[in-house]
């Protein structure tokens, strides 16, 4: 295991972790996929995430062609109009957004569950699944061995966290690391798209991304999402005849329950919320969005009436703060591993995908003999940390985001109210501003730092 090619093992089937081991394979290295969940459709994974110029071409890179090309086949109908809504559903400002023709510079609607489908196509003997990692021993000769709770190991020459917020590797590898509760809750479901459901909305809202700025310090978020089939798996016609060929032959869609559906998130500071949130699901958590949402226009109460109770979920939302610096080894990490941030816009999905894609890189001027392995893993380190916790602050800036936003406040929250809908408001209306906020939406998750 210490000869040119490396044997990589990736803790964490999720989104950063199955990019790089795509990338690997593809690059003919060695790698095998560790994952705690028993089946490829374990675990609520169905919630819209936003992946932009960044992930795309993380994806593009590291997928073969045809799976890129399934990548874009799967994603859902690409937003047309990010609007910024009160709670009363009236329109305080809408940018156009770009077309989905370019592959990679634009916005695409991806539902968690699919995109994970997708990254999974190919890679049954990679990885396995019902391993739970549990710890790991570096030894002499360079070699890492990981360790799982049913009495199995695995000896690599590289160990990838790619666990997640709660990574069982960092703990034990950066046990100073510090994820800190960042103040505000979730509350995300999933509502059917039906011609009901449909007719709720404004034309524009149903038509893309939409931000809730409800008073009280109440916020949300609106995706409508629109696949390429039915209720019942069938596609839809109408399709390309090369779209339809790609799903037609496309095993992952038998374990893909996502349907055409509209994502409706509320959130606040934590305060906001019963204290026993967190272990509420179902219709006593509907209940409590409800609640929360009692002067909110009635279409938007009744998408959460007409919530799927199974989808209802509490998120507590976490924030990483930067680790000091590290000497770099046998272990690395990437995504949440190592920068855990706030949600929104998927820009921690955008930023796993970027490390997966760095970290393949460097990973091949190592097979390749350009360089040490310890010292490839030390060049993607020192490029991730700073990029990984610049998204950190950022995300933890944007309005709303930390339970202590003074939009919560009291007293300041009224005028941070009017302030962020006078912003809005203005950009949208004045073209400099509206055309940088819309070259903003997609470069914030860009290459630049």
């Not at 559903?89 to 995109?115: H, I, K, Q």
């Not at 190592?338 to 995908?353: C, D, F, K, S």
Request: net charge positive.
């Amino acid at each position: 295991m210490t000869g040119e090619r490396p044997h990589v093992l990736i803790v964490g089937a999720g989104t950063g972790g199955l990019c790089l081991a795509q990338g690997l394979r593809r690059a003919g290295i060695s790698v095998a996929v560790y994952e705690r969940y028993r089946t490829r459709a374990d675990g609520l994974l169905g919630y819209r995430v936003g992946i932009g110029p960044t992930g795309s071409r993380a994806l593009r890179d590291c997928l073969p062609p045809d799976l890129f090309d399934l990548f874009l086949v799967t994603c859902a109908r690409a937003p047309r109009w990010f609007t910024v809504i009160s709670q009363r559903l009236r329109e305080t400002a809408s940018f156009e957004l770009r077309p989905d023709t370019d592959p990679v510079n634009t916005e695409r609607s991806v539902a968690r569950m699919t995109l994970r489908q997708v990254l999974l196509t190919g890679m049954e003997d990679v990885v396995h699944f019902g391993r739970t990692f549990t710890r790991y021993d570096q030894h002499a000769d360079g070699t890492v061995t990981a360790h799982f709770a049913d009495g199995g190991t695995a000896t690599g020459d590289l160990l990838v966290a790619a666990d997640g917020t709660h990574s069982a590797v960092r703990r034990q590898y950066l046990p100073h690391a510090v994820i800190r509760d960042a103040g505000t809750i979730n509350i995300a479901t999933r509502v059917p798209l039906t011609a009901h459901t449909r007719d709720l909305l404004p034309p524009r809202v149903r038509q893309g991304i939409s931000l809730i700025f409800g008073t009280a310090g109440m916020m949300g978020v609106l995706h409508v999402m629109e696949f390429k089939w039915d209720a019942d798996g069938r596609l839809k016609p109408g399709l390309a005849d090369s779209d339809a060929e790609l799903l037609r032959r496309w095993p992952g869609l038998r374990h893909d329950n996502t349907r055409d559906n509209i994502n409706l998130v509320v959130w606040s500071t934590a305060r906001r919320f019963p204290s026993d949130v967190m272990r509420r699901r179902g219709e006593d958590l509907l209940r409590v969005a409800a609640d929360l949402t009692r002067t909110w226009h009635p279409h938007l109460r009744e998408l959460l009436a007409r919530a799927d109770p199974a989808s209802a979920l509490p998120i507590r939302v976490s924030t990483s703060e930067p680790v000091p610096p590290w000497k770099s080894s046998t272990v690395t990490l990437l995504g949440d591993a190592i920068h855990t941030m706030t949600p929104g816009r998927g820009v921690g999905a955008n930023t796993a995908l970027r490390d997966a894609n760095l970290l393949r890189r460097q990973l091949i001027r190592a097979a390749a003999g350009e360089k040490t392995l310890v010292q490839a893993v030390a060049d993607y380190e020192a490029e991730m940390v700073p990029y990984g916790f610049a998204r950190v602050a950022d995300s933890l800036s944007r309005s709303g985001t930390s339970g202590d936003d003074r939009m919560y406040r009291p007293v300041f929250g009224r005028l941070a109210l009017l302030g962020a809908r006078g912003y809005f408001r203005v950009t949208s209306r004045v073209p400099p501003l509206r055309r940088k906020f819309v070259d903003d939406f997609y470069t914030y998750r860009g290459e630049e730092n």
